[in-house]
């Protein structure tokens, strides 16, 4: 069983920048893909970016391609998400989630372990 904790949420302007954090505990953290995920209140939660076992491959929402960046510490049992440039529209809870299965992961139900959510509100 894998825990995950986000932090790192929080109120910027627009144009600002945050940067997300999720600490995973229980399970062996390179053996998972990892996700990050947000939900804007009423809307169905989305996929922002994932990034491979390794660290390697990473891949992104059209919606945040070029302002966003993923990345992990397999080391620290920890996956980042860095948001640059943010808009309004970026507004919501942000969730990371854990895949344990053999390939990447392109369907939200692949994932198998959720965090509990940071919030993240841009002020226009």
């Known amino acids: 069983q894998v825990q995950l904790v986000e932090s790192g949420g929080g109120l910027v302007q627009a144009g600002g920048s945050l940067r997300l954090s999720c600490a995973a505990s229980?399970?062996?953290?390179?053996?998972?893909?990892m996700g990050w995920f947000r939900q804007a209140p009423g809307k169905e939660r989305e996929f922002v970016a994932r990034?491979?076992?390794?660290?390697?491959?990473?891949y992104y929402a059209d919606s945040v391609k070029g302002r966003f960046t993923i990345s992990r510490d397999n080391a620290k049992n920890t996956v980042y998400l860095e948001m640059n440039s943010l808009k309004a529209e970026d507004t919501g809870v942000y969730y990371c989630?854990?895949?344990?299965?053999?390939?990447?992961?392109?369907?939200?139900?692949?994932?198998?372990?959720w965090g509990q959510g940071t919030q993240v509100t841009v002020s226009s």
């Open positions: 229980g399970g062996t953290f390179s053996s998972y893909a």
């Open positions: 989630a854990a895949a344990s299965g053999r390939g990447p992961p392109a369907r939200i139900d692949e994932y198998d372990y």
């Open positions: 990034i491979s076992r390794s660290g390697g491959v990473t």
